[in-house]
């Protein structure tokens, strides 16, 4: 059993930066890909950002791509995201979720576990 604890996101105004954190519990943390997701109010979960085990690896949607950098710690158990040039259409819960294979994903149904999500608010 994996547990993800998100933290970081708060208001934040329009070309603004956030870094969001999430802690995972487990022993086998450093063979899972991760990845981030985000849910605006009223829209589906939108794949954010992943990467694979060693950190070496990661993958971003368009509209992050040149923002976002997703990150890993695995001597802390704790992956990142940090955001750059926030605009408010970022507004959204993020939640981290882990996989139990080390590759890479942007599928939301890839991935087994999942953080409670943290509020992120980007202010025109």
């Known amino acids: 059993q994996v547990q993800l604890v998100e933290s970081g996101g708060r208001l934040v105004q329009a070309g603004g930066s956030l870094r969001l954190s999430c802690a995972a519990s487990?022993?086998?943390?450093?063979?899972?890909?991760m990845g981030w997701f985000r849910q605006a109010p009223g829209k589906e979960r939108e794949f954010t950002a992943a990467?694979?085990?060693?950190?070496?690896?990661?993958m971003y949607p368009d509209s992050a791509k040149g923002r976002f950098t997703i990150s890993r710690d695995n001597a802390k158990n704790t992956v990142y995201l940090q955001m750059d040039s926030l605009q408010p259409e970022d507004t959204g819960v993020y939640y981290c979720?882990?996989?139990?294979?080390?590759?890479?994903?942007?599928?939301?149904?890839?991935?087994?576990?999942w953080g409670q999500g943290t509020q992120v608010t980007v202010s025109s």
């Open positions: 990467i694979n085990w060693s950190g070496g690896t990661a």
């Open positions: 979720a882990a996989r139990t294979v080390s590759s890479i994903s942007r599928y939301y149904y890839e991935y087994t576990y």
């Open positions: 487990g022993r086998s943390f450093s063979s899972y890909g």
